[in-house]
């Protein structure tokens, strides 16, 4: 195979991953598939980690989401 199917494989399942991320966060549902609204807070969010509070956010953040793959893991 060659480098370039390697490295397009690759970043194929990094979206897949994280379109999964989305679903599995109800965002899917919770703004009825609205491919504008998913985006406007999609820049939210970045904003926020471009702001003084980025350090704060990314603690709070990774800390909710390793409890709920915690709790996802244990329940299954």
Known sequence: MRDWQIKRRERTRHLIELGGLVIKAGLVDLTDDDRATLY?????????????????????????????????????
């Open 40 to 76: 406007g807070a999609f820049l939210t969010v970045a904003d926020r980690l471009r702001g003084r509070e980025r350090a704060n956010a990314l603690a709070l953040w990774k800390r909710k989401g390793k409890r709920a793959f915690e709790a996802e893991q244990d329940a299954g």
